[in-house]
């Protein structure tokens, strides 16, 4: 049911395919892990599919699940997937881009501790700033993850450094161009 998106629906419109978004959601909840295998079965079988309708099925499967199953199970399943969801951020189509981002602020917001602030904050800062500048479709999943991401590496009020520091000024150059438009 994920796969039956309707692009040119509004967003806010109740679907069938935001309602098995929200039904394996609620699930990954309440059944917690054995709710992994066969999702991962489904995101594995779909991810790289020609169909944009699988490819956002997907992501966001594998978003939807974020919340509810150990953290120890997830943490090698998302370490290995980080890279590979941040490169989705340029999928040639807008749906697939909006889910994506949505599905990374899923992970800053409930699975921080699988990212390497090492080496996935600067590619992620970058691919949704990117997608912030593109459609604005995905802007508030962009927003979202970002405000995510600064919740959770933002460090502790007052502390002169964190892991977003670095990032800083070219964070605010890019969001004030943003504005502009």
Same mark, same amino acid.
């Given at each position: 049911?994920?796969?039956?998106? &309707?692009? &040119? ?6 679907? %069938?395919? @935001?309602?098995?978004? $929200? ?7 309440? *059944? ?6 066969? *999702?991962?079965?489904? #995101?594995?079988?779909?991810?790289? /599919? ?43 189509? #807008? ?37 912030? /500048?593109? /459609?604005?479709? %995905?802007? /508030? ?5 970002? #405000?995510?991401?600064? &919740? ?7 502390? $002169? ?16 161009? *943003?504005?502009? @438009?």
């Amino acid at each position: 049911m994920l796969t039956k998106q &309707d692009e &040119d629906a509004p967003e806010e419109e109740y679907n %069938i395919a @935001r309602a098995a978004y $929200q039904c394996l959601q609620l699930w990954a909840q309440c *059944v917690s892990n054995p709710i992994v295998t066969p *999702v991962l079965s489904f #995101v594995e079988k779909n991810l790289r /599919s020609d169909d944009w309708h699988n490819r956002n099925a997907a992501v966001e499967a594998f978003g939807a699940i974020i919340e509810g199953p150990d953290p120890n199970m997830l943490d090698p399943l998302i370490k290995q997937a980080l890279p590979v969801m941040i490169g989705m951020m340029d999928d040639p189509h #807008v749906m697939v881009k909006d889910s994506t981002a949505f599905a990374l602020g899923r992970i800053c917001m409930f699975a921080s501790g699988s990212i390497d602030p090492t080496a996935h904050i600067q590619p992620l800062i970058a691919a949704l700033f990117n997608g912030l /500048s593109g /459609s604005p479709r %995905i802007a /508030s999943s962009c927003c979202f993850s970002l #405000v995510a991401l600064a &919740d959770q590496f933002g460090g502790e009020p007052g502390a $002169q450094e964190n892991y977003l520091s670095p990032h800083f000024e070219a964070s605010v150059a890019h969001l004030l161009q *943003v504005t502009e @438009r």
